[in-house]
């Protein structure tokens, strides 16, 4: 079983990763390391939060990382909240905060004007310090209020493109298969079976 450290404290994405890659990978979130590990996400673009955190749990372990950076870019908000999209609603906010706030700013806004992807970009410093990024996203659009138990962050208001449901209602394979995550993974597979 291949061991990957995963610079990523959000426990869903740790299982969302750990479901797409198999059971042939063996996925360490940042909070299962022993030590307590705090980052700054300051940077303006999904590649340089990747990077950050990558760097930062490359330092703490000596040992090949990957990291995750993503969000939801809605065009009618030119790109927001993009790599605000955990903190939309404030700093401490929750998901149910940032879920709620942008239903609240495209209020009104028809559903033909709603068009959104969600955008990941995986960060990998290999053993040998190089530096590797990897980008999925997955087209759809926003609907006007939350629907469906699965998932987490935008999923219950998140519709992908062909679909009628929302990332929360479809099942987590279904999801897994189409995803912005699933589809930078797929990239960094390519890559290490090299
Ligand atoms: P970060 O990458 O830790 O800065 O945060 C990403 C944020 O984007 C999460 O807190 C979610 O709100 C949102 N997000 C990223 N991927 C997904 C997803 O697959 N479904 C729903 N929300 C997501």
Not at 124 to 134: L, S, T
Not at 171 to 191: G, M
Request: glycine letters at 10%; one cysteine or more.
């Amino acid at each position: 079983m291949a061991k990957l450290i995963l610079a990523s404290k959000n426990q869903h994405k740790v299982m969302e990763i750990q479901d797409i890659l198999g059971p042939a990978w063996e996925v360490i979130g940042a909070d299962q390391l022993g030590a307590p590990v705090h980052w700054e996400e300051t940077g303006q673009t999904f590649r340089a939060n990747a990077l950050i955190k990558a760097e930062f749990l490359r330092a703490h372990t000596g040992e090949g990382v990957l990291a995750d950076d993503s969000g939801l870019q809605v065009d009618i908000l030119e790109g927001a909240p993009g790599v605000y999209s955990a903190r939309y609603a404030g700093a401490a906010a929750s998901d149910a905060n940032n879920l709620k706030k942008l239903l609240r700013v495209l209020e009104g806004v028809p559903l033909n004007e709603r068009k959104a992807r969600f955008v990941c970009v995986l960060c990998y410093i290999d053993r040998e310090g190089k530096i590797h990024y990897f980008e999925g996203t997955c087209e759809g659009h926003i609907i006007s209020e939350a629907v469906g138990a699965g998932g987490f962050g935008y999923d219950p208001i998140f519709v992908p493109e062909g679909y009628q449901q929302s990332f929360a209602e479809i099942a987590a394979l279904e999801k897994n298969r189409i995803s912005h995550r699933s589809r930078a993974l797929a990239q960094f597979l390519k890559h290490v079976a090299y």
